[in-house]
């Protein structure tokens, strides 16, 4: 959605965010004092209400899906549809990454699309499956949330 995280302008991206808003709750936004998991007090139904000052978190960073150049995630993959948000460890001195897998809602986990999905992740990197709005997931999305694409791209 224009306003969430994801938007800022679309050069070099290869989707938009469209009405999906996921990552105004996941990412921690360190210039609003915004914990990862807790919903952004800006987001209002349709966007971001200081999105001409959004901080530079919210314009730069984007998430896999929408930086998706090698075609890994279907159009239904997006994080609001398959009820799951992504993220990549640094890589390690052999250039393997671990996906943190975040379940939005309670069940994403145990469900399709998200099981299909995360099968096709695991083909090709770690795959690290997190309980819903626990600490580890916290601190994954604090630490690991930056924009880097499955080693696998
Ligand atoms: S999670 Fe991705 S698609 Fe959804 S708002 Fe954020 S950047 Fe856009
Ligand atoms: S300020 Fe809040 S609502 Fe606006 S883009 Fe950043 S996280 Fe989203």
Redesign the pocket.
């Known amino acids: 959605?224009a306003g969430?995280?994801?938007?800022t302008d679309s050069s070099g991206l290869q989707?938009s965010?469209?009405d999906?808003?996921?990552?105004?709750t996941?990412m921690n936004v360190t210039a609003l004092n915004k914990p990862a998991g807790t919903r952004c007090k800006h987001m209002k139904t349709a966007g971001c209400s200081i999105y001409l000052d959004r901080p530079a978190t919210c314009r730069d960073?984007?998430?896999m899906?929408?930086r998706d150049r090698h075609g890994i995630f279907s159009e239904a993959e997006?994080?609001?549809r398959v009820g799951l948000?992504l993220t990549a460890s640094r890589p390690d001195p052999d250039g393997q990454q671990t996906i943190y897998a975040h379940p939005i809602r309670p069940d994403a986990l145990q469900r399709d699309p998200a099981r299909r999905l995360l099968s096709r992740l695991r083909q090709f990197v770690t795959v690290c499956e997190l309980p819903y709005r626990s600490e580890a997931s916290r601190i994954a999305l604090t630490f690991e949330g930056h924009p880097l694409e499955p080693s696998a791209a």
């Open positions: 959605m969430c995280l994801g938007i989707r965010c469209g999906c808003d996921v990552c105004c996941a960073w984007y998430c899906w929408v997006r994080p609001d948000f």
